[in-house]
C-alpha cells in the first residue's frame, strides 16, 4: 500500500486512530499503555540498505526503493496518558502524517499498544484486587518471549505494582528489584534450616524465606529461628507458594506472632488470578504482599484486545468505514475542549508529541 501511494504522489496528511472496539465480557475497563514504544519506533522509522535489499528480493522495483530510501516519519501523535483508564471506541493513540508513512507504521503501533494495554489493564485488576497490599511482578518465566517480559514489567509498575523479579527489567527501567528463593535451592542443602541460614548470612538485608518446600508450618518454624538467630525481627519475611493460603497464612502469623515478630512479612504466590487475590483479601487473611506470574504474564482470561487502526481523515476530508452488514457506528472522537498544549494532564485531554 504504502509503496503504491508513493507511486501515484498519494501524499497528504493522513489520520489513524488506534482504539479497541469492543471490550471483552471480562473487562470493564482498560488501562492504555506502549505509548513509549510506539514513539521510538515513529522516531527511528527508517529502510536500511540492507532491508531495501531484501525489499527488492521479493519484488520491490527501484522506484519503490527509491521512494522508501527517503521515508522517515514526520508527523503527529496524539495520545492519552500512559496509565488512563479507557473504553471502547476511545481513542488511544492517533497518528497524522503523509498517508504512506502512516499506514507503514500501522502493525507494529498496534502490536506495541495491544500488548503493552493488554498487560497493563491485567495488572490494574491486581491492584485493585489487592487493596493496598503489595504485588510483584513474577512473569518472566511464563510470558510469550523476553520482549513480552518486558512489556509486562512495565505495564505492571504502570498499573501501580511495587517490584518486579525480574532484574533486567528493573535496571533497564528504574524499577524496585525483588526476589526470594526457589525450592531448588532449599533441597540443595542438607536441610530446610541449613538453607535459611545461608540465606540470612549471604543476604542479610531483608530476606524471606520460602516455606513450604516440605511441610509449611514445619518451616515457619524454621524460619522463626533463623530470623531471631539473626536478628531480623524488623525486616525478615516469609512466603508461601502452594496449598490452602488462607489457612497457612492465618498459621504462619499465629506461630510469628506467639515468636513476638509481629513485623516479619507473609508474601504469598502460587499461580493466583486477581479473582483469588481478591477473595483472600476479602477474608481478611493476614497477608501482605502477592506475587503474581503466570496468570499476569499472558493475561490468561483475556490475552488480547480487539484493536483496529482506522483511517478518520484523508486529505482535509473525515472517512468512514463500515462493513455492509454492521449497524456499528465508527468510533466517537472525543477532545477535551481545551488546547492540546495547555491540558496535559486533564481527564478527556490528549497527550501531543512531534517529530519534527
Known amino acids: 500500500m504504502a509503496s503504491s501511494y508513493l507511486r501515484r504522489g498519494m501524499d497528504a496528511p493522513a489520520t489513524f486512530s488506534l482504539y479497541v472496539r469492543n471490550l471483552p465480557s471480562e473487562r470493564g475497563f482498560l488501562v492504555a499503555a506502549g505509548l513509549d514504544a510506539a514513539l521510538a519506533f515513529l522516531e527511528t522509522l527508517a529502510f536500511e540498505e540492507e532491508d531495501l535489499a531484501y525489499l527488492s528480493s521479493i519484488g520491490f522495483d527501484e522506484t519503490a526503493l527509491d521512494a522508501f530510501r527517503r521515508l522517515r516519519f514526520d508527523g503527529d501523535v496524539w495520545a492519552v496518558p500512559e496509565g488512563t483508564v479507557v473504553y471502547a471506541n476511545e481513542p488511544i493513540l492517533e497518528v497524522t502524517a503523509p498517508i504512506p508513512v502512516a499506514q507503514l507504521a500501522e502493525s507494529y503501533l498496534l502490536n506495541a499498544v495491544t500488548l503493552h494495554t493488554t498487560m497493563a489493564s491485567k495488572a490494574a485488576r491486581y491492584v485493585v484486587a489487592a487493596d493496598g497490599r503489595d504485588l510483584v511482578d513474577f512473569a518472566l518465566r511464563r510470558t510469550h518471549g523476553i520482549d513480552a517480559a518486558m512489556a509486562v514489567t512495565r505495564a505492571s509498575a504502570i498499573a501501580g505494582f511495587a ?23 532449599i533441597e540443595s542443602f542438607g536441610d ?130 463500515r462493513t455492509p452488514t454492521s449497524s456499528r457506528s465508527p468510533p466517537r472522537r472525543r477532545r477535551s475542549g481545551r488546547s492540546r498544549a495547555t491540558s496535559p494532564t486533564a481527564r478527556r485531554s490528549w497527550w501531543t508529541r512531534s517529530t519534527r
Not at 508461601?240 to 492465618?250: E, K, P, V, Y
Open 163 to 185: 517490584a518486579t523479579s525480574n532484574v533486567e527489567g528493573a535496571r533497564r527501567m528504574g524499577l524496585r528489584p525483588a526476589g526470594t528463593m526457589a525450592h531448588s535451592y
Open 192 to 321: 530446610e534450616l541449613e538453607a535459611f541460614r545461608a540465606f540470612a548470612e549471604d543476604f542479610p538485608g531483608r530476606p524471606t524465606f520460602l516455606v513450604d518446600t516440605y511441610d509449611t508450618l514445619g518451616g515457619v518454624r524454621a524460619a522463626i529461628e533463623v530470623i531471631v538467630e539473626r536478628g531480623l525481627q524488623e525486616s525478615g519475611g516469609i512466603r508461601i507458594d502452594s496449598g490452602d493460603l488462607d489457612g497457612l497464612s492465618r498459621g504462619a502469623r499465629s506461630l510469628l506472632d506467639e515468636a513476638g515478630l509481629t513485623h516479619v512479612r507473609i508474601f504469598v504466590s502460587g499461580g493466583l488470578d486477581e479473582r483469588e487475590v481478591a477473595a483472600l483479601v476479602s477474608a481478611r487473611a493476614p497477608i501482605d504482599a502477592f506475587g503474581v506470574g503466570t496468570q499476569l504474564g499472558v493475561s490468561f482470561d483475556v490475552p488480547c484486545l480487539e484493536s483496529v487502526y482506522k483511517l478518520v481523515r484523508y486529505d482535509g476530508r473525515p472517512e468512514r468505514w
